[in-house]
């Protein structure tokens, strides 16, 4: 079960800077911003005890992000980034791929 509700105001994707002023940022600045919240917010979904990373080249699904863990990501991400992902995608990605998506 997830640690946070999708409406959790304290979501490490709400304190990315507004969409325009992201994409606004030149390409490489803008994916090592949203790729380190997106780490942290992963982090704290999933429970990564501290010490412990997320596997850069496994899915996600490999890593525990069930089907309710992607929906409550997706919405996350929608609210932070006016950007839709289907949960099977967030579910089949890297860390790495999902940031390069988000980044676009």
């Known amino acids: 079960m997830s640690s946070l509700s999708d ?3 304290c979501s490490w994707l709400d304190r990315l800077p507004d ?11 803008r ?3 949203i790729g380190h919240c997106l780490r942290l917010e992963l982090h704290d979904l999933l429970a ?5 990373r997320l596997s850069p080249g496994l899915p996600l699904r490999g890593q525990g ?8 990501l997706g919405r996350r991400i ?5 950007a839709e992902v289907p949960a099977e995608v967030l579910r089949e990605s890297t ?3 999902l940031t390069a ?3 676009r």
């Open 78 to 82: 929608r609210r932070a980034l006016d």
């Open 65 to 72: 992000l069930d089907t309710l863990d992607a929906l409550h």
């Open 48 to 52: 990564v005890p501290p010490g412990h």
């Open 31 to 33: 994916a090592r911003t």
């Open 95 to 97: 860390v790495g791929e």
């Open 7 to 9: 409406d959790t105001p």
């Open 101 to 103: 998506l988000l980044a």
């Open 19 to 29: 969409p325009v002023q992201l994409r606004a940022m030149p390409p490489d600045a």
